[in-house]
């Protein structure tokens, strides 16, 4: 990276490389941060060569050629110039006569009359030698892309293993096993590019994809991808395939039990079923409703060379409920709601600090008894910076007492400290209202009361919850009118204004599965009491028993529901010591009907896939699979047979079927309830990239460099405007060497892919507009041509100095994030 300071083109790497990596294992292999320094420097020898070379061209003297910083280690003198290689290998500078100008005798800065000099060089040959850094780290894009893809790497495969419940891919009707093919009409060839296109799409912008399913192209598929607040990305919820070899399991010693699957096991069967990398998906579907359990062959410890033997195994099943009401705050087996369990613990966050681990479950969270997943979201997300008390149960049975403080988040979606829910019954007049409003926050600061009905949003009137939800998501950050009627009739206005929101580094969307306690019970569900409401069960309790077989888990009474589905149940519950029984009716739906598993699909009702929820701004497309589609399509198909196509299983043919909607089928809550293992992580299927025809290498590695290129760009935009990256996501050079050490322990196709990667990005960073790097000298370059006189030395040289305070700034900031992230 070259710029102007005084006297060099000085050579700062900062670049918002997105990636995770475990930067312990830097100290584990020297060797490999060896291999990177050298890598690095490479790429900054190429972008120095670059001004070096054409500085020549155009006859400028160049006194030092320098890779690295501080003091020189060693170097030799060619002619005029001196190559130095110092200290520091984090950058390099080409230093030319002209560059530094200082009268002594005067005291002021001057410009040197020197032919030879840089500034008296025609603007044009100066342009041509600030720039040819830049296009020398293009090129070298360029061709060490090439040539990783005239050799083959292998990637991720960009096929689908798992969809999220309740995530845009799922509301877009994508499906495990789809094979992702275009994503807005680029070809795709792995799952990296799948993410970057998700990561970097316009917020809050449908997506279109095109994927393959059952060997025959789909007709497009439109995802509109969401902000995650606690990781501060965009996601859409899918996970690429995997293979049949454990990487990692969970971090509670309970995980690590002689019953437990180890780090290499491979899984060789499930069920009685033969298992091997062809048929995962199967496999995983099995070992859900198997309830856990399956095969795997180990190597001994202390006989590595021994051979494999076979060991019975099972994982913990993590369950997870989608919401049952129009506000998506709901979310209950049939009006009962499960305690909340902790789920994706981030190293060195503030769950982590507060020490959360996986799978422990929240008794209170911010002083509420209890809490809702909603709740706890409300709770860390309006309060940044706030110590806040927390109570949660160890998976050994421990009570924990202690506080947690989130930290603040500059991403997308803001918060208004402040939730909106439905009006329910509503003919006209307002349809949404102003509850659970935070003291002191930005609703309240103006002027909203909790109870007040929203008569008009943004310029909407009457607009629905779900549309001023859109709105607060699309324009984080922006002021919003809004008039309420308060409780005594009166209308009042104010402007509201969002704020960053906190996070914890961590979700909270897993039930506490093996804790069969009952945190509340859901009154209605939908618009008519619930069977745990109209049953009596009180909230609090433990349930013991269904029909009088025990049960332990969650998944365990889900069970027994779906059997009994159509019919009641005799539930058994503790409370205070004492047992009491109830009888609890168990609505039919359409699944249970039609005998459909949890892992089955509707396809269809009536011929159609999709239905449209929502109106104006708020509406959006679901398929009937999902659970709001269903809900919504058969609300209108009372007392009507109708035709469905479904699938009984995951892997199940399609068949076809008439049944007849009744008012009990109009709660799809079976469809609601997910279950998957837990604490078990699979290797990833690969995929070999290759080009073997020089030509089309050559014309994958222009597109390699181009989409790079533009993610850099776009990677800023989000960052500084759209605010859908959070600036703690970027790299310095302390975080490049431990990523890159990381890739050079793999193979040399991947370090090349990867330093193809950083000269891009350096390319970028390069060439904006900023004092101090090549960009700022350019602009100072295009003044000069137009004007036709160079810009005051004095002016560049301040603000050089200037850039020079931003790029130390940053540059300690982003060391700052990657010492964090390596040593909490």
């Known amino acids: 990276m070259g710029a102007q300071r005084g006297n060099r083109m000085q050579n700062f790497i900062l670049t918002p490389f997105l990636a995770q990596f475990d930067p312990l294992a830097l100290l584990h292999n020297v060797w490999s941060v060896v291999v990177m320094l050298i890598g690095f420097s490479v790429i900054v020898f190429v972008h120095e060569l670059g001004h070096f070379a054409v500085a020549k061209w155009a006859g400028v003297r160049v006194d030092r050629f320098a890779i690295g910083f501080g003091k020189e280690l060693f170097g030799f003198t060619k002619g005029e110039t001196r190559y130095s290689f110092n200290v520091l290998p984090l950058g390099g500078y080409v230093k030319m006569l002209g560059q530094e100008d200082f009268d002594d005798k005067a005291n002021e800065l001057k410009f040197s009359d020197d032919p030879r000099s840089f500034i008296n060089k025609p603007v044009l040959h100066r342009m041509a030698i600030v720039s040819a850094g830049v296009v020398m780290n293009v090129i070298f894009a360029f061709l060490l892309f090439m040539i990783v893809f005239l050799a083959g790497m292998e990637a991720i495969a960009p096929s689908v293993q798992y969809v999220l419940p309740d995530s845009p891919a799922d509301r ?106 062809s048929n995962m998906l199967e496999a995983i579907l099995l070992i859900t409703e198997t309830g856990g359990e399956f095969t795997v062959e180990r190597t001994p410890k202390d006989q590595p060379d021994a051979a494999p033997e076979r060991v019975k195994v099972r994982v913990p099943l993590q369950l997870s409920l989608q919401p049952g009401d129009s506000d998506r705050k709901t979310r209950d087996i049939l009006g009962l709601q499960p305690f909340v369990a902790v789920d994706d613990v981030k190293d060195k966050g503030p769950a982590y600090l507060a020490g959360l681990e996986d799978g422990d479950v929240i008794l209170m969270f911010d002083d509420v008894e209890f809490p809702s997943r909603e709740q706890i979201r409300a709770a860390y997300l309006d309060q940044p910076d706030i110590d806040l008390a927390i109570r949660y149960r160890k998976r050994d049975g421990r009570i924990v007492n202690t506080f947690i403080r989130p930290v603040s988040r500059g991403v997308r979606p803001g918060t208004m400290q402040a939730q909106v829910a439905s009006v329910e019954g509503a003919a006209d007049g307002p349809i949404a209202r102003f509850e659970a409003v935070r003291a002191g926050g930005a609703a309240a600061r103006a002027g909203i009361d909790e109870g007040d009905l929203v008569l008009r949003f943004d310029g909407i009137d009457h607009p629905s919850a779900d549309q001023i939800r859109k709105l607060v998501s699309d324009k984080a950050g922006q002021r919003f009118k809004v008039t309420v009627r308060k409780a005594d009739g009166t209308v ?3 402007v509201i204004r969002t704020r960053p929101p906190g996070t914890v580094k961590a979700t909270f969307d897993a039930v506490a599965n093996d804790y069969t306690r009952v945190a509340a019970v859901t009154p209605t569900t939908p618009q008519r009491p619930s069977p745990a409401a109209m049953a009596g069960i009180p909230a609090g309790a433990f349930i013991r028993e269904v029909d009088g077989a025990a049960v332990g888990h969650w998944h365990e009474i889900v069970a027994a529901f779906r059997a009994a589905a159509g019919e009641s149940v005799s539930v058994t519950y503790e409370l205070g010591g004492r047992k009491g029984t109830a009888r609890m009716n168990v609505p039919q739906t359409l699944r249970t009907a039609l005998g459909v598993s949890p892992f089955g699909r509707i396809v269809s009702i009536n011929g159609q896939t999709e239905v449209t929820l929502g109106e104006g701004a708020a509406a959006r497309k679901v398929q009937v699979s999902h659970p709001d589609g269903t809900r919504a399509l058969l609300e209108k198909l009372v007392g009507e047979t109708v035709e469905v196509d479904y699938r009984a299983n995951g892997l199940a043919p399609l068949q076809r079927a008439q049944v007849t909607i009744v008012p009990d089928m109009l709660d799809p809550w079976l469809s609601r309830i997910v279950l998957q293992p837990d604490h078990l992580a699979l290797e990833y299927r690969t995929v070999l990239v290759q080009e073997r025809n020089p030509i089309k290498a050559i014309h994958l590695g222009v597109r390699k460099t181009h989409m790079f290129v533009m993610q850099v760009y776009q990677t800023i935009e989000r960052m500084a405007f759209s605010r859908t990256v959070g600036a703690e996501s970027i790299s310095g050079p302390v975080g490049i060497v431990a990523i890159g050490a990381q890739v050079a322990k793999k193979d040399v196709a991947e370090l090349l892919f990867f330093l193809a990667v950083l000269s891009a990005n350096l390319a970028v960073i390069n060439f904006l507009p900023l004092p101090i790097v090549d960009g700022g000298l350019m602009v100072f370059l295009i003044i000069e041509a137009i004007k036709g006189t160079p810009v005051s030395l004095r002016v560049q040289v301040a603000t050089q100095i200037v850039g020079l305070v931003l790029i130390a700034s940053a540059f300690i900031w982003v060391t700052f994030n990657d010492v964090i992230r390596m040593w909490g």
């Open 492 to 494: 009042a206005g104010g």
């Open 172 to 277: 877009a009707g994508l499906q495990p096993g789809d094979v992702i093919r275009e994503i807005d009409g680029d070809t795709v060839r792995d799952w990296n590019e799948i993410t970057m296109a998700v990561l970097l799409a316009p917020p809050f912008e449908p997506v279109e994809f095109v994927v393959e399913r059952n060997g025959e192209i789909q007709p497009p598929l439109y995802v509109t991808p969401e902000s995650n607040t606690d990781h501060g990305k965009q996601t859409i919820g899918i996970q690429p395939s995997f293979l049949n070899t454990v990487t990692a399991v969970g971090s509670d010693p309970l995980d690590y039990g002689e019953d437990r699957p180890r780090v290499g096991d491979r899984i060789v069967e499930v069920a009685g079923r033969p298992v091997d990398e």
